[in-house]
Every structure is written in C-alpha cells, then in structure tokens.
Antibody
Framework: QITLKESGPSLVRPTETLTVTCSLS??????????VAWIRQPPGKALEWLAL???????RYSPSLKSRVTITQDTSKNQVVLTMTNIDPVDTATYYC??????????WGQGTLVTVSS | DIQMTQSPSTLSASVGDRVTITCRAS??????LAWYQQKPGKAPKLLIY???TLQSGVPSRFSGSGSGTEFTLTISSLQPDDFATYYC?????????FGQGTRVEIK
C-alpha cells in the first residue's frame, strides 16, 4: 500500500525559511520512473504546483517560485524535502506532496497546513 | 508558463444532470492532461489521465476528451457524491500547471 505523509511546522514567521518533509511508504524513491511533487493550496483557493523530483534526481520547479524553492530527496529515509526561503503571509497554504507513477499524480498525502504570521 | 483556464468557475446542477467542464491550455499540451476531484478538507483525487484514461476505481459516469488545447470532463449523470471542485492539470512541459478549478454545487 502506497502512502505519503507530509510533516513540518504549522506556524512560520515572515522572512524565515520553511522546510516541509514528505515521507513515502510502500514504494522506493529510487524506483525507475517515480517522482514526487509538491503542490500547495492557499485557503479557499486553487492548487499550485511547486516542484518535482524524479528517481534519478532530476528536478523541476515552478518558474514563479524557482528562486525561493529547493527540492531534495533522502533515499536512505525515503523522504523528499521542500524548502522555501523568505516566507511571506501569502505563502500560507496547505502543502501537499504527491507521487508521480504514470506521468501524473496518482497518490497524494493528506497535506499539512502552514500558516505564516508574526 | 502554460496557462490552464477552466470554465465555468462554478456550476449549479441537480442529481441526474449531465455536466461538462472545459479546460483550455494557452498552448498545446498534446494529451498530457489530467483531471482531479477535490472535496472540502481533503486531498485531490485523480480521476482521468492522458486526457481520456479513467483511473482505476473511478466510476464510468466520468469521462474525458480532447487534445491539444481544449479538453472536457463530462459526468454523464451527476450523483450526490460528485458535488466537489474539479481541477485540470497539464503535465506536458518542464513545469506543470493546474487550472483554477470548477466548483460543482447543488442547484
């Protein structure tokens, strides 16, 4: 059974760096073709794709956030980490990780709500 | 950036209605288009990928069509469980993008 679980702080101060972690179970990150994406959703708003990392460590980023976002993976822990610098209240959102298996996001985590406030 | 535009933004319908949602891409995404359903407080759920392939376990009343820049999601007979928000997403290019969503509400 494949599951993903996001973890991270619920509250972050403006200008700080946000780090959220996605833990994958039931499948190895090193499986050929596998990718893990981060998507966020501000309260009451639409989904926004942030970044994607493939099994071979190839990385893709949203052009609008590329300067602030970094995606990495720790294959020994089967985890994918997203960091976002210079956080702002507009970055308040539920952050989801999702698994790419057949080119598309087949499995999603439950999401973690991150609030940016002083 | 590829822009994905959904219409309508909100749709009011009754149980049993045939419902169609449109998604337009700012440039061709071939058939690399997916549809997701999201209910309040829940993660999105994959319904359709590659424009028209039904994800395993998804009821056959859902169908997708289109290619290039214009796509549709059709629910042939709306059921109570289908009231939700639907998103299209292109995965053809270096960066992926979602549409702004279509909320299907009870009439």
């Amino acid at each position: 059974q494949i599951t993903l679980k996001e973890s991270g702080p619920s509250l972050v101060r403006p200008t700080e760096t946000l780090t959220v972690t996605c833990s994958l179970s039931g499948l190895s990150l090193t499986t050929s073709g596998v990718g893990v994406a981060w998507i966020r959703q501000p309260p009451g708003k639409a989904l926004e794709w942030l970044a994607l990392i493939y099994w071979d460590d190839d990385k893709r980023y949203s052009p609008s956030l590329k300067s602030r976002v970094t995606i990495t993976q720790d294959t020994s822990k089967n985890q994918v980490v997203l960091t976002m610098t210079n956080i702002d209240p507009v970055d308040t959102a539920t952050y989801y990780c999702a698994l790419r298996l057949r080119g598309v996001l087949d499995f999603w985590g439950q999401g973690t709500l991150v609030t940016v406030s002083s | 950036d590829i822009q994905m535009t959904q219409s309508p933004s909100t749709l009011s319908a009754s149980v049993g209605d045939r419902v169609t949602i449109t998604c337009r891409a700012s440039q061709s995404v071939s058939s690399w288009l997916a549809w997701y359903q999201q209910k309040p407080g829940k993660a999105p759920k994959l319904l359709i990928y590659k424009a028209s392939t039904l994800q395993s376990g998804v009821p056959s009343r859902f169908s997708g069509s289109g290619s290039g820049t214009e796509f549709t999601l059709t629910i042939s007979s709306l059921q109570p469980d289908d009231f939700a928000t639907y998103y299209c997403q292109q995965y053809n290019f270096y960066s992926w993008t979602f549409g702004q969503g279509t909320r299907v509400e009870i009439k």
